[in-house]
Each structure stands twice: as structure tokens, then as C-alpha cells.
């Protein structure tokens, strides 16, 4: 038979898509080692020009003859070498119409260059090496951590590509063969075996089992199947042996569309631009235009060519973005730093600024406001004679000899589990055995009924019109009572919901769950509105429809069905419980697992963001007076600003950003 076709091609597909992620990862790790390799060498040489060069007071520390060409060498050296990548970035900018912060140091960087040369050559005036070489050094450093702080999201694609496992059990000729998943083809047929991932999307032919859907459905209970029930590839078996006859491969597959989803959602994401770059753009217009102005004022004025240049000069280099540079960066280093220790790690930038004043936050359900595994969630007595202590204590018993969820549900709850004799099974129906002497069962409502016990309790009635699933108890032919257990709520969801809500943010719920569990999670949380048995498509869909009212989403979720979603909202969270998928689909990762933590992501962007513009203030703010000074604007009062006060104004500015930025602090709701 020919199985080189369709599977063939999209496995070829996930390769492509994951080797395009490796290759976006790897360019972001060579940026980030560029700048760093090229801040360390720059650092190093940094120092001895400043040693041996004139520094912004006039004076130098150390000297012999022949030093400043030393100097200047060095210089040399650090211009090419380290601004390399700003004039290579000026470039960029200027070609497309857009200057900001690569323009602005490039500017700065050869205005302070070629001024120096000049001077070392018989230029009148003073030199600006050291300036020169600590702009470079600093904005190296800036760029370094900047890369450090932002996240790549590229391996979303090659953890999708990941859920479907590497081979299959082909049945040929009334034989099982092993054979590699992507020469599959519509019509095979495939033995699954227990614990085991489904290789393909397909229907079952043979076998009854339990299968595990929730990271790609988000389904919170294992789903029987049948003959004839139709299996997704990538969820697990966890039940008994089933044959699956392959219908969907390739472009078609389940899989396939959810990593389509989520490319289409990544690619589309629009750029915010930075707070630093538009202030860059200010600048660099003011620089330039400052600059030229200033020049042609005084030489006009009769007042000659050097002393015209030294204002120019004096003004581009007051006007040169050291703390710019670090106004930003610093800030998103302390503000990291916080996160990370609270358990919020930040994988987009330009997203977790935008979450400070989300319009709406969409939860899934399964494992995000929920715990996403089945527990206890209420228990009755029919019997006066026995409490709900005692009728937990016996279904534990003899349900510890079950593997089922459910079975594992019950069992966890009690503290000591009591010893059971003569075990037995009932397939698909319950479990029984002797325990301290009495025969239990515990045993479904539908076989319940089967045997004759009539179930009518307005208690019952509200647990199934909740969705939950019930068990009775029955011990020694006598009906004692019913268990239910249901997709524990996270004990901090309630609050979570309730703060945000006060602030005006209208919280909606997304799940794939079935209506009636989805209406009782909301209830018990206190949901706006909510929307069930939704596919990741339908998901995805509702994320763009509130886009397009022009409201700012942001995305809660946890499971591969959530990742088109969090990728195509404003701010996708993914709880850190979930999968990898859907933690590289997002734009921020909560690592415990608390929905508070949604609260305090607010609070820590709206904290960041007001930093970052009070740096930006300090950053520019000293221009206001500076620059005017600069140019000679009081030359006529007998004050004008020397280049070398006009350096030591900029490095001011510098040291009083960083300060700032230290100042950073959180406290938070989720302790």
C-alpha cells in the first residue's frame, strides 16, 4: 500500500513550521549574544580612554606622549565595532521614513566622531571621546537587556506539531505494523493502545475506552467512546485498546487547523510603538534641525566657523539619549525581575504594556477558573442513620481499586482508606466489594435505576441540572446516598473576578465544556456572560468579534484548544498548570496557576508603565533647559552652556533614570 502522501505532507508542514520557529529563536538568541559580546569588548576598551582621554571637566587623569592618538585609535575602534549596529539600524529607519532611537544614536555617535577627529587633526575646540565611548557602552547595555526582556512565541508551533506521536500501529493484512505517522492515509486503520496518543483524526471501528480530550477540546471529563464515535489525533487513550479507522490527515487534521490558527493569529498581531521611540523621533528631529539651525544663527551672526560648530556640536551631544537609552530597558529589567517573583513571566513587551487597562477578559473554563480534574463537590445522606463522613469513607474503599478519574476523585478526598475485600468491576457501570463486613457498591445512576432503587430527591435533580457527575452508594442492598463530583473551582477565581469587575472590566467565559457544567461554573464565579461547546475556531472567532467592536481583550487559558485564542488576543495569559502550547501561544505566563494573578498583571503594567514615563520625563526633561543653553540662546547674558557642563548634564540625567527605575515596587493581591 502507498502511505507517502498526505500524512507525508503534513508532516512536512510541522517541520517546516517548527524549523521556521527554530530559526526565529535562534535569530533572537544571536541578537541577543551580538549585543552582549559587543558590549563586553566596547566596556573593556572603554576604559583606558577613559584614563588617558580629556574628560567633560578638561582634565585628564593620565598621560604620556602620543596618547590621544591612542585615544583616538581606541575610539576608533569602538565606533565601528560597537555602533555598528545603530548606524546599520539608522539606515533602516531613514529608509523607511521612520527615525527614532538606532537614528538618534547614530547621529549623535558620528557628529561626537568626526568633531573629535577633527580636532585631534588641528580642529579648534575639545574632543568628545569619552562621551562617545560611554553613549556606545550604555546603549549596548540598553539593547542588551532589552532583548533579554522580551520572549519569543515561536515554539508554540513545534510544540502543536508535538502532540501527534512519531509512529502508529498499522493493521495490514489482519497484522499490526509499526509505521511512521505521516505516511497515514484516509482509510487505514490504526490500533490504539491504553495510554497511548490518537495518531490521527478518525472514527473507532473495534473497542471501548476512555479518551483524554481536554487539551485540545477543553471537555473537563474523559470521553467514552464507542464504535462509531469519532476520535481527535493527539488526545490520549486511557481506557482499553481501540482500533480507529483514519479519516482526516494533512491540511484537514484537527491539529493542522490550530496551527494554522495560531500562525494566521502571530503574523497579524500589530506593533505598538514604544514610548522611547517617538520620544527618539522628537529628539532626533530636535538634534538635526537644532543642530543645523544653531550653526547657521551664529555663523550669520558674524560669530565664525569653529565657535558655530561648537554650539552645533555642543547641542547634539547635550541632546544624546544616554539615559533615553536606559529609560526604558531598566524599567523592564525590575519590573521582569517582580514578575518573575511572583510568578508572572513576560513573554511579549508591547502586550504587557497594554494590559494595564484591558476592556474585556475572556476565561476558558477547564483548567483556568477551574482546577480542571474531577473532585468532590457535594454529598448526601438518604439515610439518617449514616452521615457523609462515612458514606465517603465506604465509595473510597471500594473505589481504590479502580484506576477510573472519577474512582481517583473520590479516593483523594478521604484521609485513611479503609481495606476492601473481594473486589470487583462492573464494566462501564461501577465498582463493589466487602468492606468492614458489608458488601458496598458504588455504582452509576443509570444502573442505579437498572436495579430497581427509585432516585427521587430534589438534591439529585439540582446536581444533574448542574451537569455533575453522580454515584450512589449502596451498601448491603440498601440505598445510603449519592456522590457528586464535578471540575473543582479555583478557590481564588470568585475574588478575581469580582475585582476586576469592580473596575469596569466586563469578564466573559469561553469553554468547549457542555452548556450545563459551563452555566454553573459561571454562576458559582460570577461571569458576565459565558459561551459552551465552542471548537478552538469558534473561539478564536469570538476573540476577533470583540476586537472588532474596538475593545482591548485579553485572554485567559490553558489548553492547546486556547492557543489561536491567546495568540490572537491584545494580551494572551496562559496559566502555567496548562500546556506548553499554550504558554508559547501567550504573551504572558502565570506560573502558580491563580487567577488572581490576572489582577496583578494589571497592577504591575499599570506600575510599569507609569515608571517608564516618569524615566522618560527625567530622560528628556533636562533638554527643556539644556539644549537652549546649548545652542547660545543667553550668549547675550554672558551665559552659554560649554560642551563639557552639557556632557556632565546628560550623564546627570543618566544616573538619575537609573536611580528611578530602582525605585520600582509592588505589592499585589495574590500574596
Known amino acids: 500500500m502507498d502511505h507517502g502522501v498526505p500524512g507525508g505532507e503534513m508532516m512536512d508542514r510541522h517541520r517546516n513550521h517548527g524549523k521556521e520557529s527554530s530559526d526565529m529563536m535562534d535569530m533572537h538568541r544571536h541578537h541577543e549574544e551580538d549585543y552582549r559580546r559587543r558590549f563586553m569588548v566596547c566596556l573593556l576598551l572603554t576604559v583606558p580612554v577613559i584614563l588617558l582621554g580629556e574628560l567633560p571637566t578638561g582634565k585628564v587623569l593620565f598621560s604620556f606622549k602620543g596618547s590621544e592618538y591612542l585615544v583616538l585609535i581606541l575610539s576608533s575602534v569602538i565606533f565601528l565595532y560597537g555602533g555598528y549596529p545603530f548606524l546599520r539600524g539608522s539606515l533602516g529607519e531613514l529608509s523607511s521614513r521612520s527615525p527614532g532611537m538606532m537614528t538618534l544614536i547614530a547621529v549623535a555617535i558620528t557628529v561626537a566622531y568626526t568633531y573629535s577627529l577633527g580636532v585631534i587633526l588641528g580642529l579648534e575646540g575639545m574632543v568628545f571621546f569619552v562621551e562617545l565611548v ?50 497515514l492515509k484516509p482509510g487505514d486503520l490504526v490500533v490504539v493502545r491504553a495510554g497511548e496518543r490518537i495518531p490521527s483524526d478518525g472514527t473507532v471501528i473495534r473497542g471501548e475506552s476512555h479518551v483524554n480530550e481536554s487539551l485540545l477540546t477543553g471537555e473537563s471529563r474523559p470521553v467514552k467512546k464507542v464504535p462509531g464515535d469519532a476520535v481527535i489525533g493527539g488526545s490520549i487513550n486511557i481506557g482499553g485498546s481501540l482500533t480507529v479507522e483514519v479519516e482526516r490527515v494533512g491540511e484537514e487534521s484537527f491539529i493542522s487547523q490550530i496551527i494554522e490558527l495560531v500562525g494566521r493569529a502571530q503574523e497579524g498581531r500589530t506593533r505598538t510603538q514604544v514610548l522611547a521611540d517617538r520620544a527618539a523621533f522628537w529628539l532626533t528631529s530636535i538634534a538635526l534641525l537644532g543642530g543645523l539651525l544653531t550653526f547657521m544663527a551664529w555663523y550669520l551672526l558674524g560669530m565664525g566657523v569653529f565657535f558655530s560648530l561648537e554650539r552645533a556640536v555642543t547641542l547634539m551631544v547635550t541632546a544624546c539619549p544616554h539615559a533615553l537609552g536606559l529609560a526604558i530597558p531598566l524599567v523592564i529589567a525590575v519590573s521582569t525581575a517582580i514578575s518573575a517573583g511572583r510568578g508572572i513571566l513576560i513573554r511579549n513587551r508591547e502586550a504587557f504594556e497594554n494590559a494595564r487597562k484591558p476592556d474585556v477578559v475572556v476565561f476558558d473554563k477547564t483548567g483556568t477558573l477551574t482546577m480542571g480534574e474531577p473532585g468532590i463537590t457535594d454529598v448526601i445522606s438518604f439515610d439518617p442513620e449514616m452521615d457523609e463522613g462515612e458514606i465517603l469513607s465506604y465509595a473510597a474503599a471500594v473505589e481504590s481499586g479502580s484506576s477510573h478519574p472519577i474512582a481517583r476523585g473520590i479516593v483523594e478526598t478521604v484521609d485513611e482508606v479503609l481495606p476492601v475485600e473481594n473486589f470487583n468491576s462492573i464494566e462501564g457501570r ?98 458576565d456572560d459565558y459561551m459552551a461547546e465552542l471548537m478552538p475556531i469558534e473561539k478564536y472567532d469570538e476573540i ?128
Not at 502508529?168 to 509505521?179: M, N, Q, T, W, Y
Not at 550668549?635 to 533614570?657: D, E, N
Request: net charge negative; aromatic share 4%; proline share 3%.
Open 430 to 527: 461501577g465498582v463493589m466489594g466487602r468492606v468492614n463486613g458489608s458488601m458496598v457498591k458504588v455504582l452509576s445512576y443509570g444502573y442505579t435505576e437498572e436495579l430497581g432503587f427509585r432516585i427521587s430527591d430534589p438534591r439529585v435533580d439540582e446536581l444533574m441540572e448542574q451537569a455533575k457527575t453522580t454515584v450512589f452508594v449502596i451498601v448491603d442492598d440498601e440505598l445510603r446516598g449519592c456522590i457528586a463530583l464535578g471540575d473543582m473551582i479555583r478557590p481564588e477565581a470568585r475574588e478575581a473576578v469580582r475585582i476586576l469587575r469592580s473596575r469596569g472590566v466586563r469578564c466573559l467565559m469561553l469553554t468547549g465544556d457542555s452548556s450545563a457544567v459551563a452555566g454553573w461554573v459561571a454562576s458559582e464565579v460570577g461571569i
Open 544 to 671: 476577533r468579534k470583540l476586537q472588532e467592536e474596538g475593545l482591548r481583550v485579553v485572554m485567559v487559558g490553558d489548553g492547546v484548544n486556547d492557543a489561536p485564542a491567546l495568540a490572537q488576543a491584545d494580551i494572551g495569559v496562559a496559566i502555567g498548570a496548562g500546556t506548553d502550547v499554550a504558554m508559547d501561544s501567550a504573551d504572558v505566563v502565570l506560573v502558580r496557576s491563580n487567577p488572581l494573578d490576572v489582577v496583578d498583571l494589571m497592577d504591575l503594567a499599570a506600575a510599569t508603565y507609569s515608571k517608564m514615563k516618569e524615566n522618560l520625563i527625567w530622560a528628556t526633561g533636562y533638554n527643556v533647559i539644556a539644549l537652549p543653553l546649548a545652542a547660545g540662546v543667553l550668549y547675550g547674558q554672558g551665559i552659554i552652556l560649554s560642551p563639557a557642563v552639557g556632557a556632565i548634564l546628560m550623564s546627570l540625567s543618566t544616573v538619575i533614570v537609573a536611580l528611578n527605575a530602582r525605585t520600582f515596587s509592588f505589592r499585589g493581591h495574590s500574596g
Open 134 to 183: 560611554t553613549l556606545i557602552d550604555v546603549m549596548l547595555l540598553g539593547h542588551w537587556i532589552e532583548m533579554r526582556s522580551v520572549g519569543s512565541a515561536a515554539g508554540a508551533i513545534e510544540r502543536l506539531a508535538g502532540l501527534l506521536p512519531g509512529r502508529a500501529h498499522l493493521v495490514v493484512d489482519g497484522r499490526v505494523e509499526d509505521v511512521e505517522v505521516s505516511t
